[in-house]
């Protein structure tokens, strides 16, 4: 099955699907961040790479980052976006400075709220490496009404440049860093000022996008 190991210790499990899952295996166990849309059989992937027990833990609640929750056991998610599901009570909530420790290697919860209230990022000190969900990219980022809040996405990305580490996206899925976040903050701005002209588009869904000149901006699906 396709899989892509990135770093050492670190695979994409789903390197050719519609949203990045993230395996990172330890000496005694391993967690999973995120689990994908559906297309691969993800718990069947992560087999081929370990054996060790595995955690999982959601950047967000968005369902092409939540198909195969279903099939692990120890599911974790921030609190805010756990009351955005109706099945929730399987669900570990996790909050900032919360750390998985698999045994030998160590990662975080930063609090990244913005693209969704609850919207977390992995971060592995040692090796200086973050896994940050929908948050960072340079493709366009989903704006889902009723989820975003522009203010509270901006101050994640300016907190995450704080941490200049090299950055994982889920969609956008090569190696990110801090110029990534600067382009997103110029988007930002040129968005705030209706500096960006809006494109009509009807694939994949019917939506407003805003693309800055850098390539980066807001896709905005209408309803």
């Not at 699907?17 to 330890?26: D, F, N, P, R, T």
């Not at 060790?52 to 959601?58: F, G, K, M, R, Y």
């Not at 399987?90 to 400075?97: A, C, D, S």
């Not at 976040?181 to 407003?208: C, N, W």
């Amino acid at each position: 099955m396709d899989k892509k190991m990135i770093a050492p210790g670190v695979w994409n499990v789903v390197p050719n699907g519609m949203a990045a899952a993230y395996l990172v295996v330890g000496e005694k166990k391993a967690l999973l961040i995120d689990s994908g849309a559906g297309e691969v059989d993800v718990k069947a992937v992560c087999a081929e790479i370990t054996e060790l027990p595995i955690d999982l833990v959601n950047t967000h609640y968005h369902d092409d980052h939540t198909a195969a929750n279903k099939e692990f056991d120890n599911v974790h998610m921030h609190p805010a976006d756990i009351r955005k599901l109706t099945e929730w009570k399987q669900i570990t909530p996790v909050t900032e400075g919360y750390v998985f420790d698999l045994g030998g290697r160590s990662l975080e919860v930063i609090e990244i709220p913005g693209h969704t209230p609850g919207g977390i990022a992995l971060y592995d000190r040692e090796a200086n490496i973050m896994f940050t969900g929908d948050t960072v990219g340079r493709a366009p980022v989903f704006l889902v009404e009723g989820d975003y809040d522009l203010d509270a996405f901006e101050a994640s990305l300016r907190k995450l440049m704080g941490y200049g580490a090299d950055m994982y996206g889920a969609h956008d899925m090569e190696l990110n860093r801090v110029d990534t976040l600067k382009k997103q903050l110029e988007a930002m701005a040129l968005y705030r000022a209706g500096q960006i002209e809006p494109q009509e588009v009807s694939a994949p869904m019917k939506a407003t996008v805003y693309v800055a000149p850098n390539g980066t901006g807001f896709f905005c699906p209408q309803k």
